[in-house]
């Protein structure tokens, strides 16, 4: 199973599948779609209403990265349940910590 990040020169993207109104905020490991596609799954107290669960899970993965929130963009889903996330940053580094949150 490949991981659901991807590394660039100067930055990762990852891929996330959200939970809105999930009851805490946390991640729930990661998971592949029936497409085979893989996705870290996030869980968020936030509603789905005005970007709030978007900048819950930017929060999160700021605070879980430790990086700046202004360093994590949405770059697709805005709207959707699946998501994709470029965070700025050393793509090595980024990967090792996301490698310990996924379980």
């Known amino acids: 199973m490949s991981p659901p990040w991807k590394l660039f020169a100067d930055h990762l ?3 996330v ?3 809105p109104n999930g009851g805490r905020d946390a991640f729930d490991g990661i998971e592949t779609g029936s497409e ?4 870290l ?7 789905p ?3 709030k669960a978007n900048k819950a899970l930017i929060a999160l ?7 700046a929130k202004s360093s994590i963009t ?3 889903g805005e709207t959707a349940r699946k998501k994709i996330l470029r965070i700025e940053g050393d793509p ?5 910590k996301l490698e310990t949150l996924s379980g």
């Open 17 to 19: 599948r959200l939970t």
């Open 41 to 47: 799954k996030a869980r968020v107290t936030a509603i």
């Open 49 to 51: 209403e005005k970007g």
């Open 74 to 76: 949405l770059v697709s």
């Open 61 to 67: 993965v700021s605070k879980s990265l430790g990086v």
């Open 92 to 96: 090595e580094d980024l990967a090792k």
């Open 36 to 39: 085979g596609e893989t996705y």
């Open 13 to 15: 993207r990852l891929t």
